[in-house]
């Protein structure tokens, strides 16, 4: 048995098994995570073992993970389905290289995201991660134009406040001044931006006038419009009408551009239907989707285009489209992403996901009346509480963790993206312990 006194408040004690102590030492100082410095300024948690919703610390202590594993576990943690799909799999093949081979698992999971899309689209490129469905994304529409004759338009037109990855093309069209990514501005090719949709009910015409006006002057320049539907994520936890994804497509159509939903974060239920897009009655030339994909068991994405966009880049000078990831359609992740979207199929998840978002209003509702809170919004399966100055994160974990909650606030934002299977009373239990992150940041 060892001890962790003098980590922190999310120090864990009396721990048997592994020296906790010592792994933890050594990951603080040789082990990078997430948008942190090195060596660590805080230790990480110590997760031993999941099952449900519930993640199970060194030591035995259990909490809820109000996170989805950054919106990805979607069934939880051990899901029987996604278990024995797995090693299930993992009896016939692991992983094979998928140039010039194919396998079942890949063929029949392009069938059924075929199947989910909305209409148009059947096309699928499988990739290793969001941001690189991403790029793979932004090069299709390169070569698109280039192959009709239009290698001019090199640019695209993208949304202030959005987030789409952490590599170099991604990174091109997430928010160039107050995203993450600003550091790297003189490096990364220059884009064009609408300004944030505003928040509220139907479009602000002041807006929408704005944006076809941007969109004219640059509309020999732009390949695609890029954009998050209805959600922008990791820029900000936005919420913004439907209406103005019409508009988006309304504009690519006008100027010969293709429209791009990166539906990574909001794809497969989380905010209410099955894909954002469908709310605005929209369907894109090319949608990106990860995360959920798998229910968090293993990195898979996928880019999903029409056929004539996949005709038109095929039809080229390089006869392909080209990308090719070495782990492009991994078997396993195949295999699991097949039991996650059956579930998908089979399952009253709409039900669910009104459930949380019901249960979420109610839980956050106290928090409007904390000082330095400047809002509090729900949409589907997400609450956010949006703080008047940048969250102290040590003290707002720690507020959760006391009630038994796990969420990774960022930048002014304290908030959650729960799994689909938490009940009402741990859809309480996580909005409670969202108030008390808030009031402790």
């Known amino acids: 048995m060892s001890s962790m006194d003098g980590l922190g408040p999310l120090g864990v004690t009396g721990l048997d098994g592994p020296d906790w102590a010592e792994l933890l030492g050594y990951d ?132 202030a406040g959005g987030y789409h990855g952490d590599t170099f093309g991604a990174m091109s069209v997430c928010d160039p001044v107050g995203g993450m990514h600003h550091l790297f501005a003189s490096f990364l090719p220059r884009q064009v931006f609408l300004p944030r949709p505003p928040a509220g009910e139907g479009v602000d015409p002041s807006w929408e006038s704005a944006a076809r006006s941007l969109a004219a002057e640059h509309a020999g320049d732009i390949a ?14 936005w919420l913004y009408d439907p209406g103005y994804v019409r508009v988006l497509r309304e504009i690519a159509d006008e100027h010969g551009a293709l429209l791009v939903l990166d539906e990574i974060a909001t794809g497969f239920g989380r905010t209410g239907p099955l894909w954002a897009c469908l709310s605005a009655g929209v369907s894109p030339d090319i949608m990106c989707v990860g995360k959920a994909l ?18 038109t880049v095929s ?38 996901i009104a459930r949380l978002e019901a249960g979420l209003r109610e839980a956050l509702t106290p928090a409007r009346r904390l000082p330095g809170v400047v809002d509090v919004r ?5 609450g956010v ?49 969202v108030v008390a992150a808030a009031k402790a940041a």
């Open 378 to 382: 729900c949409h589907g399966a997400i």
């Open 224 to 237: 695609a419009v890029v954009a998050e539907p209805v959600v922008q994520g990791a820029g900000g936890m």
């Open 315 to 352: 039809g080229g000078e390089a006869g392909a489209l080209v990308h090719g990831p070495t782990f492009m359609a991994n078997p396993l992740a195949c295999a699991a992403a097949l039991a996650s979207t059956g579930l998908l199929l089979t399952l009253d998840w709409p039900r669910d």
């Open 294 to 311: 798998t229910g968090g068991y293993l990195s898979l994405a996928a880019m999903i285009c029409t056929k004539e966009v996949a005709l």
């Open 385 to 433: 509480v949006q703080m008047d100055h940048p969250v102290d994160v040590s003290a707002a974990t720690a507020a959760a963790l006391a009630l038994g909650v796990w969420i990774r606030p960022f930048r002014d934002l304290v908030y959650t993206m729960p799994p689909y299977i938490c009940d009402d009373d741990e859809v309480a239990q996580i909005g409670a312990a």
């Open 28 to 159: 603080a100082g040789h082990v990078w995570h997430p948008y942190a410095p090195l060596p660590s300024a805080s230790p990480a948690l110590p997760v031993d073992s999941a099952e449900g919703v519930r993640l199970r610390l060194a030591g035995g202590r259990e909490v809820i993970d109000a996170m989805s594993s950054w919106w990805a576990a979607i069934w939880g943690y051990r899901h029987p389905a996604l278990d024995a799909a797995v090693t299930g799999q993992l009896q016939h093949l692991a992983h094979v290289m998928f140039g010039g081979l194919t396998h079942v698992p890949a063929i029949e999971l392009a069938r059924r995201l075929a199947s989910m899309m909305p209409p148009g689209l059947d096309r699928v490129f499988f990739a290793d991660s969001g941001s690189v469905s991403v790029e793979v994304a932004l090069k299709a529409c390169l070569q698109y134009q280039r192959n009709l004759g239009h290698a001019g338009r090199g640019k695209f037109l993208a949304l």
